[in-house]
């Protein structure tokens, strides 16, 4: 995810690329995008870029001809218009030929040169956003890397906003203090440190000075990155501010001045050119012996040691608790009310398929039981229907019994 330092290079690449190029036309949107339509259309124009923390700002700018100002299809003049960018999670601006325009593109600015090219937005998972019209967001803090005093006087008069309770992992991510602090960074300043992540924030910041010297920027030997400082070295072989005299507030400053000056895009897994000096300067971050936990907010902490007492604690398995039920426990849980705890998928199809077993060999042995009813009947009936009539009944008749008998009384009388 793009932090302070990337969104400072990323405005430092459109200021470059774009000085002495006119822009001309509307600002066209992709159709996909969920963001603002930018009302803006001149003949001819020109963009700088700048940034602010984790912000960035565009500056598009008419320019006059003649000494006469541009004049839009309303018959009113050009304006300048500021848009303000938040990269989300993969935002980024490229400088093409229109004819090899990125595939997520979704913010262009076209040249009036032929052939054109195109300055895009370009944001693949689409959680970045842009402001027309825009300033920066009034609930941001200062920017840590280039409004460092401000920045530290806003962290440590405030320590009593419930925000110094949690984690100072977490706190580090909240914009509203620590402007430009990401994911990585926190991971690092926190490591060279060694301050455990999950250490209350407030206990970490109190008793630091609100007014320290102005750090100066460090900028690393022409060719070097220092890939692996140990906590006792220096920022800089050129200022030799060592980091034991270095408090939290003041690395929040410093680290990000380093990716700044090494060189490279920063924080750019996509471009292994320019990720690979950046990768080898990392400490801390997805290091190869390092611990990882998640923070009560999802995010992933880096880091070394002990994790600190405001760790997250780890749940026990489904399975073990499952095991732990005492009997009876189900029925008492029932008659409180008590939700118990859904069973696992696997477990869940085999009470089905056992109920629909059951179920289906309930209604066989029904329904064999009928069939064996319907069947002693007709047997039945067949014998009635075989049974040889009697010769002194009439067909189609029958005598009842004693009738019967008193004809062969009177019959044998007769005979004899």
């Known amino acids: 995810m793009p932090e302070g330092p990337e969104l400072h290079l990323a405005s430092r690449f459109v200021s470059r690329v774009c000085a002495g190029v006119v822009f001309s036309g509307p600002v066209e949107k992709s159709e996909v995008s969920k963001n603002s339509e930018v009302p803006f259309t001149c003949d001819a124009y020109s963009i700088t870029a700048t940034s602010r923390g984790k912000e960035v700002r565009l500056t598009l700018t008419p320019i006059e001809e003649e ?47 032929t052939p054109r090219r195109v300055l895009s937005f370009v944001d693949v998972r689409r959680f970045g ?15 840590v890397m280039f409004e460092y005093q401000s920045f530290r006087a806003n962290v440590l008069s405030n320590l009593s906003d419930r925000a110094f309770d949690k984690p100072i ?16 960074l926190r991971a690092e300043i926190l490591y060279r440190l060694k301050i455990p992540p999950f250490m209350k924030a407030r206990t970490v910041l109190d008793g ?96 070394q040691g002990d994790p600190g007492p ?25 008659q409180q009310g008590v939700k118990g705890e ?39 009936g067949r014998k009635k229907q075989s049974k040889p009539e009697r010769k002194d009944d009439a067909p189609g008749t029958t005598v009842p019994r004693r009738q019967r008998r008193r004809s062969m009384r009177t019959k044998s009388e007769k005979d004899s």
């Open 129 to 143: 956003s842009w402001e027309p019209n825009g300033d920066w967001q009034t609930d941001r803090g200062p920017c």
């Open 208 to 303: 630091l000075l609100p007014n320290k010297r102005e750090l100066p920027e460090v900028k690393p030997e022409q060719g070097q990155c220092h890939p692996h400082q140990d906590s006792e070295m220096s920022l800089s072989k050129k200022i030799k501010v060592k980091m034991e005299s270095s408090d939290i507030l003041d690395l929040c400053h410093s680290v990000p001045m380093e990716v700044i000056n090494m060189g490279g895009k920063g924080y750019d897994p996509e471009k292994p050119d320019d990720y690979s000096m950046f990768q080898a300067w990392l400490q801390c971050y997805c290091v190869p012996g390092m611990k990882s936990l998640r923070d009560h907010n999802g995010r992933t902490i880096w880091f």
């Open 342 to 380: 859904p069973p696992a998928k696997g477990i869940k199809k085999e009470k089905e398929g056992a109920q629909n077993k059951r179920v289906k060999s309930h209604s066989e042995s029904k329904k064999t039981k009928e069939n064996k009813r319907k069947g002693s009947r007709s047997s039945e």
């Open 169 to 184: 992992c977490e706190a580090m991510l909240n914009q509203k203090y620590f402007n430009g602090i990401g994911n990585y």
């Open 67 to 113: 000494g006469e100002p541009q004049a839009v299809p309303g018959g009113k003049a050009c304006q300048p218009m500021d848009i303000v960018f938040r990269f989300g999670m993969s935002g980024f601006f490229r400088f093409t030929a229109g004819s090899e325009m990125p595939k997520h593109a979704h913010l262009r600015f076209y040249t009036n040169e």
């Open 310 to 334: 405001l760790a997250p604690k780890v749940s026990k398995s489904p399975k073990s608790k499952r095991k732990g039920k005492k009997q009876g426990e189900d029925k008492t849980d029932k």
